[in-house]
């Protein structure tokens, strides 16, 4: 039987500190007032009021990642605790909690995937036209990606049959279309579906309800943001990927690309609403795994802050670091499967500066490639390095605020 407790939090102590080591447990306010903050000064970021229903610390708890917010009470708080070990438990007898984490995960992270392309370019235009559509399909054929950009230019006139760039891409598509027939254009009726190597699954704009699981090989989430490719995640086996769409039914928000040839299982909206009354232990990892996302994300935003391209890429290595959550220990080193240019483009370095980038990141002491992946001579020292280098930043963006 689940067995609840209690505890009370006295007005302005600290219940949560950001950077901090997490813990196996979160709270549901029961009464009482919170204030919720980042300590990093992240644009659109503002101070968060929570009260009665809502709860805190949940994300660190389900990722086991440190602190995203510093929490402090503002009034006197009673407070229900939740241990991990108790959440399968808790969505048999109270299934719309667990939705609502779940919903709460969607918008962060697409408040985070927002603020990152703000962060990234210049200038947004803020709209979700299909022409940005067609935009993209235009970026990967000028690269070479013709399987992605057929998938593209049949999205955008799916979405936009006589938009103003409709003739054009008819041209386009068919003359792809003879070259490198897709396999998938549409969502096909079965949920276990074998996609080659550089092809796309969904495109950022499309429209689209569908998680997708990987069973086999990796995807990459992707934007393109003034003419470059900024990868957002390179995910594997047991990842989960599009669940924004599927639960806030909006547009897509990024593009997700087979990294190599890949087996997905795809849950839709119809069968999502089945497993969260029918299978806990589903929405249980699917909580835990939102959590990290939302943890990885707030990370990759304090990447990004970063102004030296060297201290941003080894920042990044270390958060794929972590992500995995690689043990380590005195004089550990670890192999990855990441190339150099997987980190360049995961740090958003421009396509003008790359080569000068890899020259940086080969010199670092923190980084040895062998056989094109990079080998990392001390995990701990890796990430200590990081965290200076994130540390130094907020410090110098306190200074100029």
């Not at 806990?280 to 795994?289: C, V």
């Not at 020292?381 to 110098?396: D, G, P, S, V």
Request: charged share 25%.
């Amino acid at each position: 039987m689940l067995q609840l407790s209690f505890v009370n939090f006295k007005a302005n102590s600290y219940i949560f500190v950001e950077d901090t080591p997490s813990n196996d447990r979160f709270f549901i306010i029961q009464t009482g007032k919170v204030s919720c903050y980042h300590e990093t000064p992240i644009s659109g970021s503002s101070l968060k009021i929570l009260g009665p229903g809502d709860f805190i610390g949940v994300i660190p708890c389900m990722s086991g990642h440190s602190h995203t917010e510093t929490v402090i009470a503002s009034t006197d708080v009673t407070a229900i605790v939740v241990r991990r070990d108790q959440y399968p438990e808790l969505i048999v007898h109270n299934t719309p909690i667990a939705l609502k984490i779940i919903r709460y995960f969607a918008r962060e992270m697409r408040f985070m995937n927002d603020t990152r392309a703000k962060m990234t370019v210049k200038k947004v235009s803020g709209t979700d036209s299909p022409e940005e559509l067609f935009n993209i399909a235009q970026f990967y054929e000028d690269k070479g990606f013709e399987a992605v950009a057929e998938y593209g230019y049949y999205q955008y006139l799916k979405m936009a049959p006589t938009g103003a760039n409709a003739d054009v891409a008819k041209r386009r598509f068919a003359s792809l279309r003879k070259r490198t027939p897709v396999k998938y254009l549409e969502s096909p009726p079965e949920n276990i579906r074998v996609y080659p190597k550089e092809n796309m699954i969904f495109a950022e704009f499309q429209a689209g309800s569908d998680m997708y699981i990987i069973q086999e090989g990796s995807v990459r989430i992707t934007r393109v943001i003034e003419d470059d490719e900024v990868t957002y995640a390179l995910l594997r086996k047991g990842d989960m990927f599009g669940e924004m769409a599927l639960l806030d039914n909006k547009p897509r928000s990024a593009s997700a690309i087979t990294h190599e040839d890949c087996k997905v299982l795809v849950v839709n909206a119809s069968n999502f609403e089945q497993m969260v009354t029918s299978q806990p232990s589903f929405i249980a990892r699917l909580t835990q795994m939102l959590g990290e996302r939302v943890w990885s994300m707030y990370r990759q935003l304090v990447n990004g802050l970063l102004t030296d391209q060297r201290e941003r890429m080894i920042d990044m290595l270390a958060l794929q670091i972590e992500i995995m959550k690689v043990p380590g220990g005195k004089g550990v080193p670890y192999q990855t499967d990441f190339t150099p240019q997987d980190i360049v483009n995961m740090s958003g370095i421009p396509s003008q500066q790359q080569n000068l980038a890899l020259n940086q990141l080969y010199s670092d002491q923190n980084v040895k490639v062998k056989n094109g992946k990079i080998n990392i001579p001390e995990v701990d020292e890796l990430i200590k390095q990081a965290a200076f280098y994130r540390n130094q930043q907020n410090r110098r963006l306190k200074a100029q605020s």
